[in-house]
Nanobody
Framework: QVQLVESGGGLVQPGGSLRLSCAAS????????MGWYRQAPGKQRELVAI???????YYANSAKGRFTISRDNANNGMYLQMNSLKPEDTAVYYC?????????WGQGTQVTVSS
């Protein structure tokens, strides 16, 4: 089994930065890709960024140029550096990981961008 736990959310002013962390435990060797999704009030959950075991990345258009996804050398941690935050970035951010058989989700961490 894989467990994912997000942290790092909070309240930040527009233009500010946050770094979200996702700690993976359990059978982390089975994780093929990891990423971040978010769900804002009144909106569907949307993909923000993906990082594969190879280190290759994908970003949603909304994240390009502002957000950076990364992982540590042991692939047991995954991060989302968010810069130049906007009110429309306000959402619950979810850590996601996928294996051959299952998708795994963290519990979510709230990011609120407001003045």
């Amino acid at each position: 089994q894989v467990q994912l736990v997000e942290s790092g959310g909070g309240l930040v002013q527009p233009g500010g930065s946050l770094r979200l962390s996702c700690a993976a435990s359990g059978s982390i060797f089975s994780i093929n890709s990891m990423g971040w999704y978010r769900q804002a009030p009144g909106k569907q959950r949307e993909l923000v960024a993906i990082i594969r075991r190879s280190g290759s990345t994908y970003y949603a258009n909304s994240a390009k140029g502002r957000f950076t996804i990364s992982r540590d050398n042991a692939n047991n941690g995954m991060y989302l550096q968010m810069n130049s935050l906007k009110p429309e970035d306000t959402a619950v951010y979810y850590c996601w990981g996928t294996t051959v058989q299952y998708d795994y989700w963290g519990q979510g961490t709230q990011v609120t961008v407001s003045s």
